[in-house]
């Protein structure tokens, strides 16, 4: 018991205990927000490796396009609605029901 009164008397352990409660605890870059920004950098991470995949999944269908006439006409027909002159197109919506 008189080790640890002798241990709480001495000052420099005593601003070693607050300065440490000061840095995990009140300081701008506490535990809390570096968990935040830890949880927020695998975000960004994740948001950047699917970013990647799409645009390299937009660069081979764009290559594709410019280099196939088929997929560049079954494109315009999908996308755009775009028919030649002796045809007729029909759009079909599904209206929602209500179990989905």
Not at 31 to 37: N, P, V
Request: with cysteine.
């Amino acid at each position: 018991m008189k080790r640890i009164v002798e241990l709480f008397s001495n000052k420099y352990f005593l601003v070693s205990i607050c300065f440490v409660a000061w840095m995990l605890f009140f300081d701008r870059n506490d535990l809390l927000s570096q968990y935040e920004y830890r949880s927020q950098l695998n975000k960004f991470k994740n948001e950047k490796a699917f970013y990647i995949a799409e645009i390299e999944k937009v660069k081979t269908d764009l290559d594709e396009l410019s280099t196939n006439r088929e997929r560049l006409e079954k494109f315009a027909r999908e996308k755009y609605l775009m028919k030649k002159d002796d045809e007729d197109v029909y759009v079909i919506i599904r209206e929602k029901s209500e179990t989905d």
